[in-house]
């Protein structure tokens, strides 16, 4: 029998951090307020209150009494007997508890006030096309995060400073191992982009700039959800669908939100960006409820979270067989828009490799060389091989060595995300892993769900999403990444699967 005063322990320790977890919700609906609903006035109110989160959350965070919980749990004789979910907790809870500990009140504070400045100029400096106005505030906001970088490099037990800042997103991964498998994902993917651009080039894609109406375009949204089963109309929807500039998902089990960017000439944008935000909000809300509150109750990582978007945007939703469902509700709810449009013509639209300047308008094949430029950057300002003012110069160049463009402008060059004036350094490579991960998830689930495909084609996602419930969703952060991927697939981490995939889907669309 286990003692007692184990059990009283161990549920101090999670009340203490079940309390951080519903301050860290209060803190993303507030961000999401500032992207969605907050009037532009209310600007320096809203770094203020950001600020003084950021400083309680901090304050919570390294409270004594968890050092000391853990240190009980830790150096008890019946440790070892805990379930391995409450090893876990603690485990998950040690590594947040020392990381915070070394971190200065102040530095913390500083970083969160710097945020809202530097996302405020970012939005200027992209409006006006002009990195000069957003550059004091990202150098700003570098210095903060390399200061941030140095201090845990010790607690997260990693080599490098970037490679703290990976940990963050993707835990026990670093920029050596990103290195690699992206050094072979871009070795993969360029044969395929040579080939595919070149029938891509043949292909009528103007279907998918007829104009359609904004609420058109929300009706679409709407049946969208429906689809994939996110609940935003019933009276018990956890889930809701807003306009933003940059689309995004937030939130936690009961209230998870999606955003998307409504282009009158450009529907597919926004039709795609509800399914990829839609995957993630499936991800939040399809954890197991009985973790809700505990450390492993949340997504594995970024790169996981970013395979489960991936996998409902394109896998799904650039399908043939999701085309024969969709067209005709698309047909149905635009009226004669697209009412000579057959599913080979919306098929090929909607998977044209086509390289680009813009990451979220990126296609399947060439979006991987988009994180690859930007890890690569973000890697050797690390390690002080290039300085913030030498981003945009570089930025371009890479841009037309790696995807043959040409930009024009900052705006849509460097300033084109949003990331850096959050100080999220470390964030892209988890998007390009997202497909790496989602390739190794589909090649588990066709030898499971062999007739995936037939219940999508028939409109239903109802299969696929259980099964990436019970495979994915419901291990939560029981795992590490790179682990929680072999109990998955069976494999490391490798690129092949990914590239399998979209060998066999573009030789079926151009033969």
Known sequence: MRDPLLTENYNKLIEKYKQIVILNSIDAIIRWDMETKMPPGAFGLRSQQLALLSKIEHSMSIDPEIGVLLERLEKHPDCQNLTEVEKRNISLIRKFYDEQTRLPEKLVSEIARQQAIAYESWKKAKLTKDFAIFKPDLEKMFELKMQSAEILMEPKGVKTPYDAMID???PKLTQEIITKVFEELK???????????????????????????????????????KFIGYDIESRNARG???????PFTVGYYDDVRITTHYHEDNFISSLYSILHEGGHALYEQNLK???????????CSYGFHESQARFVENIVGRSHEFWEYYLP?????????FADVGVEQMVSAVNVVRPSKIRIEADEVTYALHIIIRFELERDLFAGKLKVGELPALWNQKYEDYLGVKVENDSEGILQDVHWSHGYFGYFP???????????????????????????????FKEVREWLVNN???????????????????EEITSKPFLKYLQSKYSKIYG
């Open 472 to 490: 994915v969703h419901s291990y939560g952060n029981l795992y590490d990444p790179l682990i929680l991927l072999k109990k998955i697939s069976g």
């Open 430 to 460: 988890s998007y390009a892993l997202g497909n790496i991960y989602s390739g190794q998830i589909l090649q588990r689930m066709e030898k499971e769900l062999a007739k995936w495909q037939e219940y999508i084609s028939k409109g239903s």
């Open 168 to 170: 963050f997103f993707e």
């Open 240 to 246: 809701r669908i807003d306009e933003t500039e940059h």
């Open 187 to 225: 070795s993969g993917l360029v044969p395929i982009i040579e080939r595919y651009a070149a029938h891509s080039e043949k292909i009528d894609f103007s279907v998918l700039k007829r104009r359609v109406p904004v609420k058109v375009q929300e009706e679409v949204s709407k049946s969208l959800a």
């Open 329 to 337: 509700e698309l047909k149905r709810i635009t009226g004669d828009t």
């Open 289 to 299: 409820r009985e973790w809700m509150y505990l450390p492993v109750g949340a997504g």
